[in-house]
């Protein structure tokens, strides 16, 4: 997964990209029925089925393993729900502190406390979120998804809580050995923060030449000329980026950023509702897109394209998949 972290005045934000792949949990029950149950929650999870998820893991004989309230974890993320989220992530690396996963997910699910959180909080809590993504590229050094989260996070975060642009560069070296696109991309953020714009764009445009997947690399970069208010580039490059992914269908997910990215910048709402739907009926979801957030935000640009009777729909299936989803809830009213 990938992680983009960014510091608002007093607040610390960690918020999670799409990835091509979904991993599973790094540990196995040691009960055969309970590793089914793990793997049907984890299933359920991918599907963005949350409400089956909890049902899941909560009806474990023996709910107390590390993988289980990783899992939990997991599933309270997608749902927004970041102390109870935060809570278990405890629990995991509390029972299994030798997991690069687990402290990552800490890390992340810490990140959105934060970025909610006073000014004195956030900065404790920021610290507590270099620990663990620090604690995860220790425990995993060729993991690209440790690697690309610390780097975001030390070229995002003031000095005052361990951040530092140097200390990302040193991350895109070895990211280079394990992950070239991430490598580019992380270099790409870093020009970006110094406002080295033309710099960022050459390095986003490299990470599109080396990546395997490049639908998400497209998105990215339109969400780069978003940033920059270039916007017949931004819809060029979502273009692109549907087009990259009818050619390689595992990349669906990166329809979901793409939509975000066109959603954000108020332009073209029709394409935005193409691609969601096209993501949704996509068999390569994944909990970096959970299909109940996907539907609640398909929702709001049905209704802005008047369509009231499709947007109750989505609003109706996002509520089925995750009853408890607050903003499905507060949209419904």
């Known amino acids: 997964m990938r992680v983009v972290a960014w ?3 007093g607040v610390l934000a960690v918020a999670v990209t799409a990835s091509v792949f979904a991993e599973a949990p790094a540990r196995s029950s040691q009960d055969a029925s309970g590793k089914g149950v793990l793997a049907r929650a984890n299933a359920a999870l991918q599907a963005g089925e949350a409400d089956q998820a909890l049902a899941l893991l909560h009806s474990l004989p023996s709910p107390g393993e590390a993988e289980a309230h990783n899992l939990e974890c997991r599933v309270l993320y997608t749902l927004e729900q970041w102390n109870r989220a935060v809570s278990e992530c405890e629990q995991a690396v509390k029972m299994d502190g030798g997991n690069s996963d687990y402290h990552l997910w800490l890390a992340r699910a810490l990140g959105e406390k934060a970025s909610r959180a006073s000014f004195l909080s956030a900065y404790s809590l920021a610290k507590q979120v270099r620990s663990e993504f620090e604690k995860a590229a220790q425990l995993n050094p060729r993991s690209p998804e440790a690697l690309s989260d ?10 005052a809580v361990g951040g530092g642009t140097d200390k990302a560069e040193r991350v895109a070296v070895q990211l280079d050995r394990v992950d070239a696109a991430r490598a580019h991309e992380l270099r790409a953020h870093i020009a970006e923060e110094r406002k080295d714009y033309g710099t960022a764009e050459r390095e986003f445009k490299q990470s599109l030449a080396v990546s395997a997947h490049p639908a998400f690399e497209w998105m990215s970069l339109a969400s780069f000329y978003r940033r920059r208010e270039r916007l017949p580039e931004l819809e060029s490059a979502v273009q692109s980026g549907v087009n990259a992914v009818q050619r390689d269908r595992r990349s669906s997910v990166a329809l979901y950023d793409g939509a975000a990215v066109l959603t954000r910048a108020n332009r073209n709402s029709v394409l ?7 993501y949704l009926a996509s068999p390569a979801k994944t909990e970096a897109a959970p299909a109940f957030v996907a539907h609640t935000r398909l929702a709001r640009l049905k209704d802005q394209l008047g369509d009231r009777e499709a947007a109750q729909r989505e609003r109706a299936a996002a509520l089925a998949l995750a009853h408890d989803y607050r903003p499905a809830q507060d949209a419904k009213h």
């Not at 935005?272 to 096209?278: G, I, S, T, V, Y």
């Open 272 to 278: 935005a509702a193409k691609m969601l739907e096209d």
């Open 150 to 159: 610390l780097g975001e996070f030390y070229y995002s975060a003031p000095g």
């Open 7 to 9: 510091l608002a005045p």
